[in-house]
C-alpha cells in the first residue's frame, strides 16, 4: 500500500515563493504543489496544496513514521515562512486507479461489468 500526503495552506501567498519552497523541500520522492480557486470543502478563495505520493519500497521502514514526519518537517518549515496551514493529512492508500478520460473509463467499468 502506497501513502499520500497533503498539506493545504490557506491565502494570502506567493505561488511562485511557495511553489519554491515546496519543490524543493529536501525529500525523497518529492513534493508537488498545486492551486485552486473556490474548494468544494473549504469553500470560496484561493487554496495551495503541497502533496507527496509515497511508494514503500521495502518492508523494513516504518513507513507511517517517514511520512508522518515528513510532512510535518515541510508544515514546519511552511509555519516558519508564515504561511497559514489549514490541513495537513497523510492517507494510507488501499487502491487508487486513475483513469486518462475519466467520464468513458467510468462508461467503459460499467459495461464490463454488465457484460
Known sequence: MSYECHITIATPFNKEDL???????????????????????????????????????????????????????????????????LRVKVEQTVFDHRFKHAKQSVQNTQNEQQG
Open 19 to 85: 511553489k519554491k519552497i515546496v519543490e524543493n523541500f529536501p525529500s525523497s520522492p518529492m513534493w508537488t504543489f498545486s492551486c485552486i480557486t473556490d474548494d468544494p470543502i473549504l469553500g470560496p478563495g484561493k487554496y495551495a496544496y503541497a502533496t507527496l505520493n509515497y511508494e514503500p519500497y521495502n518492508q523494513i521502514l516504518n513507513h507511517e513514521f517517514f511520512v508522518i514526519q515528513n510532512s510535518l518537517d515541510l508544515t514546519k518549515e511552511l509555519l516558519q515562512n508564515g504561511y497559514e496551514i
